[in-house]
T-cell receptor, first 113, second 113 residues
């Protein structure tokens, strides 16, 4: 079983829709939770990070963490065609003094105009 | 100029050849990383370096070596390339490795034939 599970998609939605992207995890040691966006032929770029349970908002994006259920989500409101990308969740645990980062495999999102 | 620059962007090489991928960063960060990305497997850590004198193996270091020539430069070598090393390779840098996240380069697409 992978430490981090993420539905690969693809997920296709109409412009303006609310998008929900999710990851589940099995390692209770994960302390930081991040979402990256990766456009085709580009490196991942950090969208949001959080370290506590609850919600964090940044513009049209909301990151949600539920540590009791080992579940994180990224919500995108009023989705735009420019949001079309692959979204990676990432989680950090301390492992022998090193902050180990485990990435999800990514969910491909397409927003149709 | 990009914060993290990788060269080359694309490379096709033959089995058994030695190849070097280069990375330079202008963020001024001490921490640098090499990842490979494969469909369905996500990002996997090859090597990481916390400063010029500190080099550490990641989860998939076999067949690879690295050199940290300066704070800003971190190169990855494939000593004798094999076809299953065909992948997208990313260099990244971070300040603390925690919630600040990673800054990735645009990647090198390597094909071993």
């Amino acid at each position: 079983q992978k430490e981090v599970e993420q539905d690969p998609g693809p997920l296709s939605v109409p412009e303006g829709a609310i998008v929900s992207l999710n990851c589940t995890y099995s390692n209770s040691a994960f302390q930081y939770f991040m979402w990256y966006r990766q456009y085709s032929r580009k490196g991942p770029e950090l969208l949001m990070y959080t370290y506590s349970s609850g919600n964090k908002e940044d513009g049209r994006f909301t990151a949600q963490v539920d540590k009791s259920s080992k579940y994180i989500s990224l919500f995108i409101r009023d989705s735009q065609p420019s949001d079309s990308a692959t979204y990676l969740c990432a989680m950090i645990s301390n492992s022998g003094g090193y902050q180990k980062v485990t990435f999800g495999t990514g969910t491909k999102l397409q927003v149709i105009p | 100029d990009a914060d993290v620059t990788q060269t080359p962007r694309n490379r096709i090489t033959k089995t058994g050849k030695r190849i070097m991928l280069e990375c330079s960063q202008t963020k001024g960060h001490d921490r640098m990383y090499w990842y490979r990305q494969d469909p369905g497997l996500g990002l996997r850590l090859i090597y990481y370096s916390f400063d010029v004198k500190d080099i550490n193996k990641g989860e998939i270091s076999d067949g690879y070596s690295v050199s940290r020539q300066a704070q800003a430069k971190f190169s990855l070598s494939l000593e004798s390339a094999i076809p299953n090393q065909t992948a997208l390779y990313f260099c990244a840098t971070s300040e603390t490795g925690q919630g600040d996240g990673y800054t990735f380069g645009s990647g090198t697409r390597l094909t071993v034939v």
